[in-house]
């Protein structure tokens, strides 16, 4: 199994910055594609960010292109969300998330960090 723990949520102010960092450990040699999901209230879970094994690949969901920034590094087995010019639309619980194959879904999830972002 993998286990991923999410941690650096908190209350910021809108147009402020934040920093969300995953660990991973366990069966981590099963782990390829790594991201970020997040859930706002009452809303389904949507895509944040995927970033591949080796980095070369990285993928934004246009709300949030040219202001997060997700960086992995797998020596320590960790990937960051860098949130700059965060807005109270970005308020939601955000989930990191890893994938068992190269471009596969997401099957390992952490338990949630939350991130408030107010006016």
């Known amino acids: 199994q993998v286990q991923l723990v999410e941690s650096g949520g908190g209350l910021v102010q809108a147009g402020g910055s934040l920093r969300l960092s995953c660990a991973a450990s366990?069966?981590?040699?099963?782990?390829?594609?790594m991201g970020w999901v997040r859930r706002a209230p009452g809303k389904e879970r949507v895509f944040v960010a995927r970033?591949?094994?080796?980095?070369?690949?990285?993928y934004y969901a246009d709300s949030v292109k040219g202001r997060f920034t997700i960086i992995r590094d797998n020596a320590k087995k960790t990937v960051d969300l860098e949130m700059n010019s965060v807005k109270p639309e970005d308020t939601a619980v955000y989930y990191c998330?890893?994938?068992?194959?190269?471009?596969?879904?997401?099957?390992?999830w952490g338990q949630g960090t939350q991130v408030t972002v107010s006016a």
């Open positions: 970033i591949s094994w080796s980095g070369e690949e990285i």
């Open positions: 998330a890893a994938a068992a194959r190269v471009g596969g879904g997401f099957v390992y």
């Open positions: 366990g069966r981590t040699f099963s782990v390829y594609d």
